[in-house]
């Protein structure tokens, strides 16, 4: 039998991209969020797929990636759906409108999207007020930007960090997303060094140690991979999150939409991204919890970041394509994958491609 989503996905897909997506969000938040969900799965997960990453328990490996939900607005209807984590975000310090609308594309051909949403925002004290207002169950991050016309970059991350260290299981600051001008300078490293030093002292200030990762891009030089590496070592930072869109466009889209500015996400991602993530595993020396996202699909693509390096992965695109049934099948996918392999915990399994997999792109100088 065709699930719910399926059934639905014709007539949300006649509507413009964004007005779908404020019109799921908005039925999540009105607690109708089982029209495109499907009852809500009460089984927990199996053991074999749980983690325990910076003191936090993670039920399950499979998070989604920011951009969903902006402002905060229902994470624990998301986490419901079966996620092991979420992320909210990115907000700015102050609310914003984000560039002009349209703004986001379905490459229905290549099950991908572009955005150009620009930060669209409702800003930092919606989104800790909504924070302090849930009864916290569920591990929920906060992705952290900075505002268009900002004239101080690091007091905006600051201002993040500060206003919601204590509302979050974990922080990412964002200098990967591509539709902010100058945004993807800062993973450079003469700027991201002295950036992430002054946020690590922010942190301390205010007395929680809640994980701060950062979130890059999958337009990088292998230089700019080898000093991002080196920055994240050197500065104490507790993850990073490889990747964000990517500005490329690979030769095989055939999407009327391929040529709109902005960010591409979904499967024509996963290669580059998971390819960055081996290379950042490597180059971290494996000290370093990593998040892979880009293109997952399906439970070999979420396994591939696992072996590539990932100790969680997140998604968003393959999403709105499959429905919320994407993510009890992902989950499902890798134990099975798991038990073929021999492997006891997704732990034993992070990075094991490297194991086997000689192949070194770019070492430590
Ligand atoms: C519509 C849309 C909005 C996004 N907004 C954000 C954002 O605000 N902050 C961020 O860090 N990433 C954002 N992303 C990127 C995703 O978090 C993710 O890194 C990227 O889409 C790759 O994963 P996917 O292929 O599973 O979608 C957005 C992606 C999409 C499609």
Same mark, same amino acid.
């Given at each position: 039998m065709?699930?719910? @989503?399926?059934?639905?996905? %014709?007539? &949300?897909?006649?509507? %413009? =991209? !964004?007005t779908a997506?404020?019109?799921t969000?908005?039925?999540f !938040?009105?607690?109708a969020?089982w029209?495109f969900?499907?009852?809500?799965s009460? !089984?927990?997960?199996p %053991?074999?797929?749980a983690q325990? &990453?910076? $003191?936090?328990n993670f039920?399950n ?6 951009g969903y ?6 994470p624990?209807?998301m986490?419901r759906?079966g996620?092991?984590?979420v !992320?909210v #975000? /990115?907000?700015t310090?102050?609310?914003q409108p $984000?560039?002009p609308?349209?703004?986001?594309f379905r490459?229905? *051909?290549?099950?991908a999207v572009?955005?150009r949403m620009?930060?669209n925002?409702g800003?930092?004290?919606a ?8 009864v916290r169950s ?6 952290? $930007?900075?505002n268009?016309?900002?004239e101080?970059?690091?007091?905006d991350?600051a201002? #993040?960090?500060?206003?919601?260290a204590?509302?979050?299981? @974990? ?7 591509p539709n902010t001008p100058?945004l993807r300078?800062l993973q450079r490293?003469?700027? &991201?060094? %002295?950036l &992430?030093?002054?946020?690590m002292d922010?942190r301390e ?13 999958p337009?990088?030089?292998s230089e700019e991979c080898?000093d991002?590496a080196q920055?994240?070592l050197?500065?104490?930072i507790?993850?990073l999150?490889?990747?964000n869109?990517?500005v490329a ?12 500015a ?6 024509p991602?996963?290669g580059?991204? /998971?390819?960055?993530l =081996?290379?950042i595993?490597?180059l971290?020396?494996?000290?370093l919890p990593?998040?892979?996202v880009?293109?997952i ?5 979420? @396994?591939?970041k696992i072996r590539? $390096?990932?100790? +969680?992965?997140q998604?968003y695109t393959? +999403? +709105?394509?499959?429905?919320p049934d994407?993510?009890g099948?992902i989950?499902?996918?890798?134990v099975?994958?798991l038990?073929?392999d021999?492997? #006891?915990?997704?732990? *034993? ?5 490297h194991?086997?997999?000689?192949a070194?792109r770019?070492t430590l100088?």
């Amino acid at each position: 039998m065709p699930r719910l @989503y399926q059934l639905i996905r %014709p007539a &949300l897909w006649r509507l %413009p =991209a !964004e007005t779908a997506h404020a019109l799921t969000l908005r039925a999540f !938040e009105g607690g109708a969020g089982w029209f495109f969900g499907g009852p809500v799965s009460r !089984e927990p997960d199996p %053991p074999i797929l749980a983690q325990c &990453l910076w $003191g936090v328990n993670f039920p399950n490996p499979v998070g989604l990636a920011a951009g969903y939900d902006k402002d905060a607005r229902v994470p624990d209807a998301m986490r419901r759906l079966g996620f092991g984590f979420v !992320e909210v #975000g /990115t907000v700015t310090p102050r609310p914003q409108p $984000g560039n002009p609308k349209p703004r986001l594309f379905r490459l229905e *051909e290549d099950r991908a999207v572009i955005n150009r949403m620009g930060f669209n925002s409702g800003g930092l004290d919606a989104v800790a007020e909504r924070l302090a207002r849930r009864v916290r169950s569920g591990i929920v991050g906060v992705n952290l $930007g900075k505002n268009r016309d900002t004239e101080d970059t690091a007091a905006d991350y600051a201002e #993040g960090i500060s206003r919601t260290a204590r509302l979050a299981d @974990y922080l990412v600051v964002n200098v990967s997303s591509p539709n902010t001008p100058g945004l993807r300078d800062l993973q450079r490293s003469t700027l &991201l060094g %002295p950036l &992430l030093q002054r946020l690590m002292d922010v942190r301390e200030a205010t007395g929680c140690r809640v994980p701060l990762l950062v979130k890059i891009a999958p337009d990088l030089t292998s230089e700019e991979c080898r000093d991002i590496a080196q920055v994240a070592l050197d500065t104490g930072i507790d993850g990073l999150i490889v990747s964000n869109t990517t500005v490329a466009r690979p030769p095989e889209l055939v999407s009327r939409h391929a040529h709109q500015a902005g960010g591409l996400s979904g499967p024509p991602l996963a290669g580059a991204s /998971t390819a960055l993530l =081996a290379d950042i595993y490597r180059l971290t020396q494996r000290r370093l919890p990593l998040i892979g996202v880009g293109g997952i699909a399906n439970a070999a693509d979420a @396994y591939a970041k696992i072996r590539a $390096g990932a100790s +969680l992965v997140q998604l968003y695109t393959a +999403l +709105l394509y499959a429905g919320p049934d994407l993510i009890g099948q992902i989950k499902s996918g890798l134990v099975d994958l798991l038990r073929r392999d021999g492997f #006891g915990s997704i732990a *034993e399994a992070v990075g094991s491609a490297h194991d086997t997999e000689p192949a070194q792109r770019f070492t430590l100088a």
